[in-house]
Each structure stands twice: as structure tokens, then as C-alpha cells.
């Protein structure tokens, strides 16, 4: 079984599963295959407590066999996570979920639920293409500026916002035959300053 870089949970049933802290841990463990033995060690709990939570991960999804091996007259199970790292789809919160329409667009909160859209949509098709066999097309650009001042920050978005208008226009066509539309979406919110950062403007 192959594991994956980022899964995405859209179930809130094992999103559930997922949000526990100890079985958090373990998937964060799991990383790497191992027993529950072995898991047991790694995280300084009981073998029991750990098969329990890896039993409910497995049911979910979130945890997958690797091999069984003979030990001691027993059958040890190694397993390993589907994933290496967990994002959550604001499908799990069904119809409290954000959406654009509920939102003030000119407040930070819009932004979070344009993210939280994406999450929703590129999770949707990805899964779709694998299952078609195909390559979903994407293009994801990040860059860093920092900006003198506020004078400077509304410069910088109207520039960015004309050059975006001006190469859409260029290459939009609604009428082309077999055509496909994409969504771009263009955001900036200031970055958090790590402490060589801090210590620099001192």
C-alpha cells in the first residue's frame, strides 16, 4: 500500500477518528511501518492501549497492514499510515461548512473560506483523475515581498490585480470548442516573522 504525501478527510466520521490526540500521535508515528509492539515503545504506552487505537484507525482507513510476521507463537501485524501528513476538508462539517455567500468579502475570514473551497475542490478532482487513470492540472505560484508601507502594499495589489486582468484577457476564450474554464485565485496575507526576523528589526 502506498502512502501518500497528504490525504485529505472529508468524512466526519473519520475525521473523529483522526482528531483523538493519542491516536494523533500514532499516526504521526506511523510514518515509519511497526507493530504494535514496537509503537507501544516508540510512544511509552501499554501494547493494549496502542492495539485499541490501532484498531479504530485501521477501520477508518487511516492505517493500513503491512505484513504479519510470526512472533513468540502470535501473529504480530506491522502497519503503517496512509499518509504522511492529514489536511481536513471543510466537508466534514456538512452543512455548517463555510461558504463564500455567508461571508463578508472584504473581511480576512473570506479568505479562509476561498482556502477551505479549494481544499474541498482540488480533493474532489484529484480523486476524480486518479480514478480516470489521468494527470490533474494545476499550478500553484508562492512568492514572499516584503512591503515598505500601506502606500506600498496598495500599489503592489493594484499592479498585481491589472497584471492578472490583463493575462486572463489574453488567454480567455468562453467559446472555444472543447475548452476547459479554471479557477485562478490570487491571495496575499502578511507572513508570520520568525525570531531571526524579529531580532533583525530590532
Known amino acids: 500500500m502506498k502512502v501518500l504525501d497528504l490525504e ?7 475525521a473523529t477518528a483522526a482528531l483523538d490526540p493519542i ?10 511501518p511497526a507493530s504494535a509492539a514496537g509503537l507501544a515503545e516508540r510512544v511509552g504506552m501499554t501494547r493494549q492501549k496502542v492495539n485499541y487505537h490501532l484498531r479504530t484507525l485501521e477501520d477508518h482507513g487511516l492505517i493500513h497492514l503491512v505484513e504479519e510476521r510470526p512472533r513468540r507463537g502470535l501473529t504480530e ?20 461548512a463555510a461558504t463564500l455567500e455567508r461571508v463578508d468579502r472584504l ?8 482556502a477551505g473551497q479549494l481544499i474541498g475542490d482540488v480533493t474532489r478532482l484529484a480523486r476524480a483523475a486518479t480514478k480516470a487513470g489521468q494527470p490533474l492540472a ?8 516584503r512591503l515598505a508601507s500601506a502606500a506600498d502594499r496598495a500599489a503592489f495589489s493594484k499592479d498585481l490585480a491589472d497584471a492578472v486582468a490583463t493575462v486572463s484577457a489574453r488567454y480567455h476564450d468562453e467559446t472555444a ?4 474554464w479554471h479557477r485562478l485565485i490570487v491571495a496575499s496575507h502578511p507572513r508570520r516573522s520568525t525570531h531571526k526576523e524579529v531580532a533583525a528589526d530590532d
Open 8 to 14: 485529505v478527510i472529508d468524512d466526519p466520521l473519520v
Open 23 to 32: 491516536r494523533a500521535q500514532l499516526l504521526a508515528a506511523l510514518t515509519e
Open 77 to 96: 501485524r506491522v502497519m503503517v499510515a496512509s499518509a504522511k501528513s492529514y489536511a481536513l476538508s471543510p466537508d466534514v462539517l456538512g452543512a455548517s
Open 107 to 114: 473581511s480576512s475570514r473570506y479568505l479562509i473560506a476561498v
Open 138 to 145: 494545476t499550478l500553484t505560484i508562492e512568492s514572499d515581498v
Open 177 to 180: 470548442k472543447g475548452g476547459r
